[in-house]
Structure formats: C-alpha cells, structure tokens
C-alpha cells in the first residue's frame, strides 16, 4: 500500500499507478469522512484501485489527425497575437501551401520529399508582379493590376514559404494534448530550405542620390523629402512615410527621431540622430504638417466634393512612393531601389565610423550585415591591391612565407652554471 500521513494537512493520502498512469488523493471513508488512521487509509486506497482496474476504459486519443488546415491556423493565431508586422505575407504563405498540400493533409505526413515537390512546383509556377491600375469588377481588376513573367522565383523567396510551413509544424510539434499530453504531431518536423546566394548590398551613391532627389522635387516634392531622410537619418520607407509629430518630440532636446518598437523592423526602440542636411527638412515638414492640420508628416492632397458640391482638400499620409521613385529613376537610367537610400547611409557611416557605430545607427540586428557594408569602403583592402601596383621584385621578402609574423618561441639556457644553478628562460626567435 502507498498511503501517508500529511502533518502539514493533518490528513492521509495515497498515490499509485495503474497501467503506467499517475492516481493520487485525499484518503476517504465510505460516508466521506477523512481517513483517521492507517488501516482506514489502506482501505480507502484499496477501494480507489479496485474503482480504477475496474471501469471501462477510456477511448484511445490519437494526434495523428492533426491537419495542416488546424497548424496553420494555431501559427496565425500566434502571430497575430505577436502583432507582426509581416502578418499578412504570413496568411499569403499559408494559402499557398494548404493550396499544395491540401486543407485537410495530416500535419504529421509533411516531410522532406513532400516540401520538395513542394519547391519544384513553387519552382516551376509562373511568377505574377503587381502593376497597379483598380478597375471596376474584382476579375477586371486582377487582370489589370498584376502580370505573368517569365522568371523562376528566387530561392529566399520560396524559404519564405518554407519557414511558414516549418514554423507552423514545429509549433504543433510543442503543442500538447490536452487529453493525452502527446504532442500534436508525432515527430519533430523536418522542413528543408534552399542555398541562398550571399551578396553584397548595392547602395545608391551620392552622386544618384544627389541626382534622384533634384528629380523629385520637381515632380514628388514628398518624395524628395522621403529620400533625404532616408539617406541622412537612416530610415526605412515604412518608417519615413509613417513619421508622426509624435516621432520628433524629442528632436529640440536630443536632436533625435524617436520610434518605438512596434514599429521597427528589429522590434527595438530606436533614436536615430538627425544631421544638419536632414534637419532644415524635418523642421520644415513639421511645421507644414501643424499648417496642415495632420499628424503625419509626409502627406499629399487629396480633393473631393462635398454634399453641396464644392471642391474640399483633405491631407492624407502618403501610402507609397514606389511610382514616383520608378519614373524618376528610369528618366536618369538609374538601376536603384528605394531602401537603396539606406544602404546609402550605412556605406557613408563606414567611410567615417567604427563598425560598432554602422551596426548601432543602422540598427543591424546582426554584425554580419554591417560587415558587408564594411568591405565596401575597406580603406586597407584598396590599400594593399593599390600596392601591388607598383610592388616588383626588388620589393620581395626574403624571409620565407611560413615564418612571417611567427611569434618569438621561449627556450631554456641548458646551462645551470651560468644562472646560479637553475635554468634560465630566455627569448629566441627562429629564423
């Protein structure tokens, strides 16, 4: 018997296992009073066993039923709670994929060879881009807002989706049953993700930069704007077009934009410092904006008429930048994108600042990237490739390769004598 008494309680108790299943409690007698001793305990457990061994057994739970359709959205749900920014791209994966595999495909059966006929067809689907122009009807509208190319989809677009997929089954797989305390899915799922090819960043330069921004002024003067505090300030386009008086409270005190982190990308606080050339242009939008009548900084006019028919301006924030920037880059032949002005910023910063600093005021979230740009003004690299230039053989090291930069080795005087009995160390360099 498996019974005890509980001082702290003042009461027995009893725990054993039947068909390696957990049963403890309060020891009881028939009429419900407490067990007051040993024996009456005993027998309390002895009746909950036999009630246990006895009663039919409950029906067997299994999770092999989990379909894709109840993964992904357990996954959606999560992400939605997280408010991610991305959410909507996440919902588009998950499309996808319950279109592939089907809604109701048991989560347990998605593997490697199923994610890669998953990957050939994504491979092998025709790619379709967003031209723009609503129409009246939806069907006519689809047609005219987007178009087919021919061209493959680049593998990080198709990790995308991959990662959506491997998120969702993982976190079935952490999921337990709320019956049976299994997971969701049998198995820790396996997702495999294609080579991404790691390239290098193609910053604006200043000159394009310089030149971009006259263009705009004469057609999109708030994307002129946009594109200055981009490149000075270190700003995405989401953040420049989401400016708000609230951003630059502080910007008297500290000379700083403040964001918050719900609303970068790195979901971190972030105080970006404000130079001399960005600074004429945020005190100018920001008194524009109070003249305006909105919070947003960046706005442009957007007339109708009122119910008697007069012509009303209304100031809304700017949703895109895409067109304008497009135009004016294709009439200077310029082959740069928008968050090319950030790059921009981060390459002037390593031309003047330690990596430290680039990584902080671009706030790379991992070293990595701010290496990247690094090596592209790396004043020794273009040094030494410069020297060679110039370098022939009378410039020729003669000591051999494999003892260049090799530190001094220590070695023992083998002689006692010469140190008064005990040996002494001494510095010898080889070679």
Sequence with gaps: MTVNYRKQRERWSFHFEVNKQRHAGYCLNLDGTPARNRKEAEQAEA?????VETQPAAPAHTTAGETLAQSFARYVTVCAAKRLANLPKIKGYTAEAMAHFGELTQSATIG?????????????????????????T?????????KTIKRERSPITINHRLKALSAALNLAYQTRNALTGQPMIPHKPSVPMLDVPERLPQPLSNSNRDAITEELRKTAPHAADA??????????????????????????SLGAIRLDAEETKGGRDARQPVNSVAMPVLRRLIAQAKERGSKFLITYAMQSRDARGALVTTWVPVASI?????????????????????GNFS???ARVASGRT????????????TEKYLSLVDPDMAAAVEAIATL?????????????NQKPQPARNRNPAATGGKPKLVMISKG
């Excluded at 199923?114 to 491979?123: D, N, P, V």
């Excluded at 994108?337 to 950030?342: A, E």
């Design 347 to 349: 390459t002037n910063l």
């Design 112 to 136: 490697p060879d199923t994610c890669w006929k998953w990957i050939k067809a994504m491979q092998d689907a025709p790619v379709t881009v967003w031209i723009g122009g609503p129409d009246a």
């Design 47 to 51: 009746r909950e066993r036999v009630r």
């Design 322 to 342: 895409k067109t304008a920037w497009n135009k004016a880059a294709a009439r200077l032949q310029i082959d740069n994108r928008f968050h090319d002005t950030k």
């Design 358 to 369: 680039v990584q902080l005021a671009s706030r790379h979230k991992s070293y990595k990237t």
């Design 138 to 146: 939806r069907a006519q509208a689809k047609q005219r807002t987007t």
């Design 227 to 252: 594109v200055t505090l981009a490149s000075h300030v270190g700003l995405r386009l989401a953040e420049v077009l989401g400016l708000t008086l609230y951003h630059v409270r502080d910007l008297d």
């Design 392 to 404: 022939g053989d009378a410039h020729a090291d003669p000591q051999p390769a494999k003892n260049r």
